[in-house]
């Protein structure tokens, strides 16, 4: 995994059962993506409201493997992927205690936000996901090399 973004379960993530409410997973990914942007040098500000380009989610997907509750220390692991010119898509594991108690994926298009076109992705969007396959490529071969 390439970014790792810690946080705290609060009781506004929760549900009547007390168990963070099914769509509240993926805003907590959302954050780790914000997270990660940030961490490599993305201004915040200029990227979210930059009129001209816009990446939104057009495929999300949950499992659960555990419930996690209130006060539960969580890591969200990220590793983003290129899947064509104009694509991509990010891998999220959330543990808790070393247990992966749920997984998610988003999959962004980067459209043209007046005309709403499709378009290749933006240079910056592109060097962080080059970035994080050579750091997610690194971690394969350090894990690979414990292993033997």
């Known amino acids: ?3 790792t973004y810690h946080r705290t379960i609060k009781f506004s993530d929760t549900d009547a059962a007390g168990v963070v409410y ?3 997973i993926l ?3 959302h954050e780790a993506y ?6 490599s040098g993305i201004n915040m500000q200029e990227f979210f409201t930059n ?5 939104p989610i057009v495929h999300a997907n949950v499992d659960f493997f555990r ?14 992927q290129k899947l064509g010119l104009e694509k ?15 997984k998610a994926i ?5 459209i043209d936000a007046i005309s709403r076109s499709k378009q290749e992705l933006s240079a910056e969007i592109t060097q962080w996901l080059e970035s994080n396959r050579r750091e997610a490529e690194g971690a394969e071969r350090r894990k690979a090399r414990e292993v033997i």
């Open 1 to 3: 995994m390439t970014f």
């Open 22 to 24: 099914f769509a509240n």
């Open 27 to 29: 805003s907590i990914c």
């Open 34 to 39: 914000e997270e990660s942007l940030a961490a």
């Open 51 to 55: 009129p001209s380009v816009a990446f």
């Open 67 to 80: 419930p996690i509750f209130c006060g539960d220390k969580i890591l969200v692991q990220l590793v983003p």
């Open 88 to 102: 991509f898509e990010i891998n999220y594991e959330i543990s808790l205690d070393a247990v992966v108690v749920a």
């Open 106 to 110: 988003t999959r962004h298009v980067c």
